[in-house]
């Protein structure tokens, strides 16, 4: 079993940033695919970054590259989120999720994630 729990979130300012950690834990066989994903009130659930086993990075929305940068720290088994220049559109309940396999290309599908954390608020608001 694999234990994911995220921390971080917050309530910031427009323009404003925040760090993000998935800390993982039990029974991880290699490095896992990580991926972040947010849930707006009313609405469905969206990918927003995912790092492979061998720490190729996607990201769902391209422009996001800019402001959102996703990081591992192997020694700690953690996965980090940083977020800068937010948006009150950013504003969510952000989710980590861990892949069970070893991943190569990581995607952001719900479908693909075996384990999920309980999630972090960020909210961003004047």
């Known amino acids: 079993q694999v234990q994911l729990v995220e921390s971080g979130g917050g309530l910031v300012q427009p323009g404003g940033s925040l760090k993000l950690s998935c800390a993982a834990s039990?029974?991880?066989?290699?490095?896992?695919?990580i991926a972040w994903f947010r849930q707006a009130p009313g609405k469905e659930r969206e990918g927003v970054v995912c790092?492979?086993?061998?720490?190729?990075?996607?990201y769902e929305i391209e422009s996001d590259q800019g402001r959102f940068t996703i990081s591992r720290d192997y020694a700690r088994g953690t996965v980090y989120l940083q977020l800068n220049s937010l948006k009150p559109e950013d504003t969510a309940v952000y989710y980590c999720?861990?892949?069970?396999?070893?991943?190569?290309?990581?995607?952001?599908?719900?479908?693909?994630?075996?384990?999920w954390g309980q999630g972090t608020q960020v909210t961003v608001s004047s």
């Open positions: 999720a861990a892949a069970r396999s070893f991943v190569q290309y990581c995607a952001l599908v719900t479908p693909s994630y075996d384990y």
């Open positions: 039990g029974s991880i066989s290699g490095v896992p695919a």
């Open positions: 790092i492979s086993s061998v720490d190729k990075v996607a």
